[in-house]
């Protein structure tokens, strides 16, 4: 089974660059916005620069990336800030890692 997730990622998913503890990679992974109606996605955030929605995004990647909450995932010209990632496991071994991101963690615009 592990073969065959580690395949599909390969062969559908989106390029990415992760920055795990300063180290970075660059890996193939799902990538997909949740478009459900929790209090979570519908939170709005105010920064600096004005208001902005926080929706959620959920990814899919390779279990040997290694990362964690608060890792930097780049993709698409987008920067994302991990919030959760978790190994999915099945009979002791790693498939893959399923998280959620939010949209953020670049320089900001105004100040390049």
């Not at 592990?2 to 990538?31: H, Q």
């Not at 620069?49 to 959920?58: A, S």
């Not at 920067?79 to 009979?91: E, K, L, Q």
Request: charge should be neutral; aromatic fraction near 10%; include cysteine.
């Amino acid at each position: 089974m592990k073969d065959l997730i580690a395949r599909l990622i390969n062969e559908y998913g989106s390029d990415a660059t992760v920055s795990v503890g300063g180290a970075i990679t660059t890996t193939k992974m799902f990538f997909q916005l949740v478009t459900s109606k929790s209090w979570q996605n519908m939170e709005r955030m105010i920064c600096s620069g004005g208001e902005i929605p926080r929706g959620q995004f959920l990814f899919i990647a390779p279990p040997e990336i290694g990362i964690h909450g608060a890792d930097l995932v780049t993709l698409d010209g987008r920067n994302f800030i991990v919030r959760r990632a978790d190994a999915i496991i099945y009979r002791n071994e790693r498939l893959f890692i399923w998280g959620l991101c939010v949209e953020g963690g670049g320089a900001d615009p105004w100040l390049t």
